[in-house]
């Protein structure tokens, strides 16, 4: 079992941004929760809160992803109705792969794209 630490995390959609999501982090030991969310990709907007905004507006895939992430490690996570909506809409219980999102085990970036690498055939006389 992991032991708890000292963090709650709450998402949210963006109150402004509705396709963004923040999370407010609260606790002695925020700053493990904060680190963890910064490395998933997710951006500082002010003391104590983080952002999740992505071209392919799949945040709340990522959210989810990001909250059992938290969770394993012994951070308390609380989500909002409103973006457990937009989860259960689009989220985690999907049967396909999230689109721009790495295979297992890719060390490759989500948001590259990989150069064609067929060449086209050019008639010569």
């Known amino acids: 079992m992991t032991a708890s630490i000292d963090a709650h995390v709450r998402l949210d959609t963006h109150p402004t941004h509705p396709s963004a999501v923040q999370a407010v982090l609260t606790g002695t030991q925020a700053r493990v ?43 308390t996570v609380e989500i909002t109705p409103r973006l457990q909506e937009a989860i259960d809409e689009n989220g985690p219980g999907r049967t396909t792969q999230c689109p721009g999102a790495p295979a297992a085990k890719s060390a490759r970036s989500p948001t590259r794209r990989r150069r064609s690498t067929t060449t086209s055939a050019t008639a010569t006389s």
């Open 33 to 75: 929760a904060s680190t963890a969310l910064e490395a998933a990709g997710w951006s500082a907007a002010a003391t104590g809160v983080m952002a999740l905004a992505r071209i392919d507006h799949e945040e709340p895939y990522w959210a989810a992803d990001a909250a059992q992430h938290l969770t394993a490690e012994g951070i």
